[in-house]
């Protein structure tokens, strides 16, 4: 599977932007599709994670309310909603996929997605 995220930009705190991942071969309903982001000279971390059957949701506590991750099976796409944006959540973002569930550390993924930058201004 190979994954594209789009959907990056720079914004004003409190803006909304919306990314995406696209994968281009099949997600299992076992499969967990994750977001990570990294900061400049931080490590990558977890920010959000759905099961691909399921729909169940996961977030650090950090993006808790004002971020939502969703999916569409027929086009093999998450999405990440982020509302009410902080200059803190300026990162590159990422998608990934687990094909063995849950996990919340970036090890356990399998596939990654070339990142897309989000930069928020104060």
């Known amino acids: 599977v190979q994954l594209q995220a789009s959907g990056g930009g720079l914004v004003q705190a409190g803006s909304s932007l919306r990314l995406s991942c696209a994968a281009s071969?099949?997600?299992?309903?076992?499969?967990?599709m994750g977001w990570f982001r990294q900061a400049s000279g931080k490590e990558r971390q977890f920010v959000a994670a759905?099961?691909?059957?399921?729909?169940?949701?996961y977030y650090q506590d950090s993006v808790k309310g004002r971020f939502t991750i969703s999916r569409v099976s027929a086009t093999n796409t998450v999405y990440l909603q982020m509302n009410s944006l902080k200059p803190e959540d300026t990162a590159v973002y990422y998608c990934?996929?687990?094909?063995?569930?849950?996990?919340?550390?970036?090890?356990?993924?399998?596939?990654w997605g070339q990142g897309t930058l989000v930069t928020v201004s104060s």
């Open positions: 759905i099961r691909w059957g399921a729909g169940t949701t």
């Open positions: 071969g099949r997600i299992y309903s076992s499969h967990v």
């Open positions: 990934a996929r687990n094909k063995q569930g849950l996990a919340y550390e970036e090890a356990e993924y399998d596939d």
